[in-house]
């Protein structure tokens, strides 16, 4: 079974930036798409980014595109988001997710939660104005 496990969240004022680690286990962490979601209080989970196991392909929300990129280390079996720029809205509790399956051409496949095996705890990033 995989477990990931997030940090590198914490209180920032707006305009700062944070970068969020997930380090994974197994030995198949090269194939997993590694993805990136958020959910505020009263609010549904959202994407927010998405990497295929290769590294070459990167998915991002309209909401955060030109703010924050996501990146991976594979012979470190961790995936980053760093996040630059940082808004009030960003407020949320971040999620790491890895998808075992083989790459999806379709890239609104990753945007949904539900196609991921495997989640992290969360960690909190909250943001000041």
């Known amino acids: 079974q995989v477990q990931l496990v997030e940090s590198g969240g914490g209180l920032v004022q707006a305009g700062g930036s944070l970068r969020l680690s997930c380090a994974a286990s197994?030995?198949?962490?090269?194939?997993?798409?590694m993805a990136w979601f958020r959910q505020a209080p009263g609010k549904e989970r959202e994407f927010v980014a998405a990497?295929?196991?290769?590294?070459?392909?990167?998915y991002y929300a309209d909401s955060v595109k030109g703010r924050f990129t996501i990146s991976r280390d594979n012979a470190k079996n961790t995936v980053y988001l760093q996040m630059n720029s940082l808004k009030p809205e960003d407020t949320a509790v971040y999620y790491c997710?890895?998808?075992?399956?083989?790459?999806?051409?379709?890239?609104?496949?990753?945007?949904?939660?539900?196609?991921?095996?495997?989640w992290g705890q969360g960690t909190q990033v909250t943001v000041s104005s």
């Open positions: 990497i295929r196991g290769s590294g070459g392909r990167l």
């Open positions: 197994g030995r198949t962490f090269s194939s997993y798409t």
């Open positions: 997710a890895a998808d075992s399956a083989l790459p999806v051409s379709i890239a609104s496949y990753y945007y949904t939660a539900g196609v991921y095996d495997y």
